[in-house]
């Protein structure tokens, strides 16, 4: 099992990704302002969320509460980042 520590990076790499994505598709003029803001605020939630749940593991199976947990992440990322295409 990876770090608390490395998980919460990788966490927040994502989340910059998400968020240069929509600041670049933001600048280009293209894009409605206010779905981007909508999904910038979704992706810093998520990151929030994410975080917090890193911090505070669940009892029980240590191994699977991280793998579902990154299996969410990951989910949630491509969900936002299939929104980005979209506009």
Avoid at 14 to 31: N, Q, R, S, V, W
Avoid at 47 to 73: C, D, I, M, W
């Amino acid at each position: 099992m990876a770090s608390r520590k490395t998980l919460k990076k990788a966490i927040r790499n994502i989340t910059d990704e998400l968020l240069t994505d929509c600041m670049a598709l933001g600048m280009t003029g293209d894009a409605d302002e206010a779905r981007l803001s909508a999904l910038a605020a979704r992706a810093l939630q998520m990151e929030q969320e994410f975080v917090a749940r890193v911090n505070h593991t669940e009892p029980g199976s240590v191994r699977l509460y991280y793998k579902r947990l990154r299996e969410e992440l990951l989910q949630e990322a491509n969900a936002i980042a299939a929104e980005v295409v979209k506009l």
